[in-house]
């Protein structure tokens, strides 16, 4: 549960959290990490040790984190979007679109709690997800580009997007005209092309394609997991 001026956050249990001096603007959450983006800009994490920003220290035995209190991601920059990936959680920089992400860093780039900046994605980017081993954004021109964990830097892959979305598995982005495009791992037909056979979890493939059966006018995409779910302009899923 989480509500502006304070909040009751769950990780592996519910736990009670201090009430925070900013409203809550958004928050993403992965299997080990939850982030909450502040109306101040500022991130607030808790889960994984890296991804919230803070050495804190693993227990083995229970596997959950000694202090599960959402905890200030250390730097001055001041986000205006966030999203947390199974490597890095990342933000856009509200004063130039500019990436940062903490974390197992894409592009050979050390591991830290600190953000730093990835200049491979540019500036002026209105989106972003970070995916398995990639992050991805929407840039300038409403063109979809990914860095791969070895610090490839794929480009316009999708055209005229404006929503993007994530997840371990695989990665959608839905177009102006209300189309869904989706790349990455197809184990259990999650790029909706009809088939389980292209992009195994071993294989990924980075060619986006539409997906099969939807209605022209889709609003809105999630990617949670192995699922993918599209809402329509009449609400249905």
């Given at each position: 549960v989480v509500?502006?001026?304070g909040?009751?956050?769950?990780?592996?249990a519910?736990r009670?959290?201090p009430r925070m001096?900013s409203c809550?603007?958004?928050?993403?959450l992965?299997?080990?990490?939850?982030?909450?983006?502040?109306q101040?800009?500022r991130?607030?994490c808790?889960?994984?040790?890296r991804?919230?920003?803070k050495e804190l220290?693993?227990d083995p035995?229970?596997?959950v984190l000694?202090?599960?209190?959402?905890y200030?991601?250390?730097?001055?920059v001041?986000f205006?979007?966030i999203d947390?990936g199974?490597?890095?959680?990342?933000?856009?920089r509200?004063?130039d679109?500019?990436v940062?992400?903490?974390?197992?860093?894409m592009?050979?780039?050390?591991r830290?709690?600190?953000?730093?900046?990835?200049?491979?994605l540019?500036?002026?980017?209105?989106a972003?997800?970070?995916?398995a081993?990639?992050v991805c954004v929407?840039?300038?021109?409403?063109?979809?580009?990914?860095l791969?964990?070895?610090?490839?830097l794929?480009?316009?892959?999708?055209?005229?997007a404006?929503e993007?979305e994530?997840s371990t598995w695989?990665?959608?982005?839905r177009t102006?005209?209300?189309?869904v495009?989706?790349w990455g791992?197809n184990?259990?037909g999650?790029?909706?092309?009809?088939?389980t056979?292209?992009g195994?979890l071993d294989?990924?493939?980075e060619e986006p394609?539409?997906?099969q059966?939807l209605?022209?006018?889709v609003e809105s995409?999630r990617?949670?997991?192995?699922?993918?779910?599209?809402?329509t302009?009449e609400?249905?899923?």
């Open positions: 509500s502006c001026g909040a009751a956050l769950g990780y592996r519910m009670e959290a001096s809550i603007e958004d928050f993403r992965a299997h080990d990490a939850t982030c909450l983006l502040l101040n800009g991130v607030h808790f889960g994984n040790p991804k919230i920003g220290v693993w035995d229970t596997e000694q202090d599960p209190e959402p200030p991601v250390q730097t001055e001041r205006s979007a947390v199974p490597y890095v959680a990342c933000g856009l509200r004063e679109g500019s940062w992400c903490w974390g197992a860093h592009g050979h780039r050390p830290g709690v600190y953000p730093v900046e990835y200049p491979e540019g500036k002026g980017n209105v972003l997800a970070s995916v081993g990639r929407i840039g300038e021109e409403n063109a979809v580009a990914c791969t964990y070895d610090g490839e794929l480009e316009r892959l999708v055209e005229d404006v993007i994530g695989s990665a959608c982005a102006r005209q209300g189309e495009w989706c791992s184990d259990v999650e790029l909706g092309r009809g088939t056979k292209e195994r294989e990924w493939t394609g539409p997906v059966g209605p022209p006018d995409v990617v949670l997991g192995q699922t993918t779910c599209a809402i302009k609400k249905q899923v």
